[in-house]
Every structure is written in structure tokens, then in C-alpha cells.
Nanobody, 131 residues
Framework: QVQLVESGGGLVQPGGSLRLACTAS????????IGWFRQAPGKGREGVSC????????FYTNSVKGRFTISRDNAKNTLYLQMNSLKPEDTALYYC????????????????????????WGQGTQVTVSS
């Protein structure tokens, strides 16, 4: 049974940090492109950061480059998102899920999206950045 459980969200002041975790069961994260997505009130789901199955390709949406870092612990079957220098516009519900990377050439990811057909979203973890 495929299950994803996100954790680590919370209320943080601008400039603060959070580390999100996503623990998977029913499949191995290392076998899939996997990513973090977020959805703010009134907005669509946005691909924040994704990682290839081998871990050699990572994508970050422009607004988080240099502030967020995606990583994976294969032994724990857990995906992480280290978020530093948080801004109010980072406020959203964050989810992890199987993803698809859109590439330019062999090594330049330009976007990531939920994998078509993937429908095992967890409950998400809320990140609120506010003073």
C-alpha cells in the first residue's frame, strides 16, 4: 500500500528555517523521480523541488533557488526539504509525491510536475511564514 507522510511544517518568522520530511511506504523513493509540491490558498499546486531517481538531477523553482535544498535518505525511505531564509510567500501546504522532470537536454531540468496517474498524496504539512 502506497503511503506518504509529510511532517516538519509549522509557524516560523521571516528569515527562519524549517526541515520538512516525507516518509514513504509501499514503494522505494530511489526508484522514482520524487518531489516537493506546494499549494497556497487560491492557487494551483506548484512544483517546488524534484530529484531524479539516481539523485544526480535536482530541480528548484526559481523562487526557492539558493534557499531550499532537497535530499533523500534511501535507508529511511525519506525525502527532505531544508528550507532556509523563509519568506511570507513560501506560506503553503507542502506535499511530496512521485514526479516527472521536464528536461532541456540531458542535464538541465526546467520544471517538475506530479507524475501523471500518481494519486497517493499525503495530508501535507502546513508551512506558515509570518511575523
Amino acid at each position: 500500500q502506497v503511503q506518504l507522510v509529510e511532517s516538519g511544517g509549522g509557524l516560523v518568522q521571516p528569515g527562519g528555517s524549517l526541515r520538512l520530511a516525507c516518509t514513504a511506504s509501499g514503494f522505494a523513493l530511489r526508484d522514482y523521480v520524487i518531489g516537493w509540491f506546494r499549494q497556497a490558498p487560491g492557487k494551483g499546486r506548484e512544483g517546488v523541488s524534484c530529484m531524479s531517481s539516481g539523485g544526480g538531477v535536482t530541480f528548484y523553482t526559481n523562487s526557492v533557488k539558493g534557499r531550499f535544498t532537497i535530499s533523500r535518505d534511501n535507508a529511511k525511505n525519506t525525502l527532505y526539504l531544508q528550507m532556509n531564509s523563509l519568506k511570507p510567500e513560501d506560506t503553503a501546504l507542502y506535499y511530496c509525491g512521485q514526479a516527472a522532470l521536464i528536461m532541456y537536454g540531458d542535464s538541465n531540468p526546467v520544471s517538475c510536475h506530479p507524475r501523471p496517474g500518481f494519486d497517493y498524496w499525503g495530508q501535507g504539512t502546513q508551512v506558515t511564514v509570518s511575523s
